[in-house]
T-cell receptor, first 115, second 115 residues
Framework: EPEVTQTPSHQVTQMGQEVILRCVPI?????FYWYRQILGQKVEFLVS????????KSEIFDDQFSVERPDGSNFTLKIRSTKLEDSAMYFC?????????????FGPGTRLLVL | DQQVKQNSPSLSVQEGRISILNCDYT??????FLWYKKYPAEGPTFLIS?????DKNEDGRFTVFLNKSAKHLSLHIVPSQPGDSAVYFC??????????????FGTGTRLKVLA
C-alpha cells in the first residue's frame, strides 16, 4: 500500500540553525501539506502546496519557513533559523484532488528538537 | 482556536464492547469530517470519513455519525479490540465551498481497550 515517508525520523539542532525536513508523498498525489504537533497540543496546519506554489498557509508559517518540491518526488520544509518553540513533531501529508474531498494521508513524522 | 473539540481526553472500554468517541465543532462551513488513529511516535492513520451530505458512514467495525444541527460527530467501534488502543483525533475541513482544504484537528481522545 502506498505511503508517505519522511526523513529524518529525529533531528536535533541548535537554536538559530537551519533545518530541512524531507517528505516523499504518495506518488500520484497532487496536494501536499505540512502539519506540526507540539508536545501535548493539537496537530496544527502549517501550509499546503499545489502546482508548485503555496495554496494556503497558517499564521505559524512565517518568513522563517519555506517549502519546496525540488524534484518529482520530494517535498521539503525548511526552517531558516530555528527557535526553541519550533520543537515539535512535523507531519507531511498528501492527497489526490482536494476539490473532491480527498483524504489526506500522513507520514510518520519528524521529531525536531531545538536546543 | 477551538473550532473542533474532543471533550473526553480518555476513555476505557472492555474488549468486545462498543467504544464511542465524540467530537463537536463550531464552524458550520465544515463539510468534510474524518477520524484518525495515532500511536505514539507515529503519524495519524486515516480511519474513516464522512461528507456533510451524509449522516452515517460505515466501514467494518467503524461507524461515523454526523449530526449537523448539533454540530456533533461520533465514532463507534464495535466490537472494541485491544489493538484499538490509541489516541483518536477527529478532523474537519471546509472544502471547496470555503476554499480551504486544511484540516482542523481536535485535541484527541486516548482510548484504552481492556482485555
Amino acid at each position: 500500500e502506498p505511503e508517505v515517508t519522511q526523513t529524518p525520523s529525529h533531528q536535533v539542532t541548535q537554536m538559530g540553525q537551519e533545518v530541512i525536513l524531507r517528505c516523499v508523498p504518495i506518488s500520484n498525489h497532487l496536494y501536499f501539506y505540512w502539519y506540526r504537533q507540539i508536545l501535548g497540543q493539537k496537530v496544527e496546519f502549517l501550509v499546503s502546496f499545489y502546482n508548485n506554489e503555496i495554496s494556503e498557509k497558517s499564521e505559524i508559517f512565517d518568513d522563517q519557513f519555506s517549502v519546496e518540491r525540488p524534484d518529482g518526488s520530494n517535498f521539503t520544509l525548511k526552517i531558516r533559523s530555528t527557535k526553541l518553540e519550533d520543537s515539535a513533531m512535523y507531519f507531511c501529508a498528501s492527497s489526490g484532488l482536494a476539490g473532491l474531498q480527498e483524504t489526506q494521508y500522513f507520514g510518520p513524522g519528524t521529531r525536531l528538537l531545538v536546543l | 482556536d477551538q473550532q473542533v473539540k474532543q471533550n473526553s481526553p480518555s476513555l476505557s472500554v472492555q474488549e468486545g464492547r462498543i467504544s464511542i468517541l465524540n467530537c463537536d465543532y463550531t464552524n458550520s462551513m465544515f463539510d468534510y469530517f474524518l477520524w484518525y488513529k495515532k500511536y505514539p511516535a507515529e503519524g495519524p492513520t486515516f480511519l474513516i470519513s464522512i461528507s456533510s451530505i451524509k449522516d452515517k458512514n460505515e466501514d467494518g467495525r467503524f461507524t461515523v455519525f454526523l449530526n449537523k444541527s448539533a454540530k456533533h460527530l461520533s465514532l463507534h467501534i464495535v466490537p472494541s479490540q485491544p489493538g484499538d488502543s490509541a489516541v483518536y483525533f477527529c478532523a474537519a475541513s471546509g472544502g471547496a465551498a470555503s476554499g480551504t482544504y486544511k484540516y482542523i484537528f481536535g485535541t484527541g481522545t486516548r482510548l484504552k481497550v481492556l482485555a
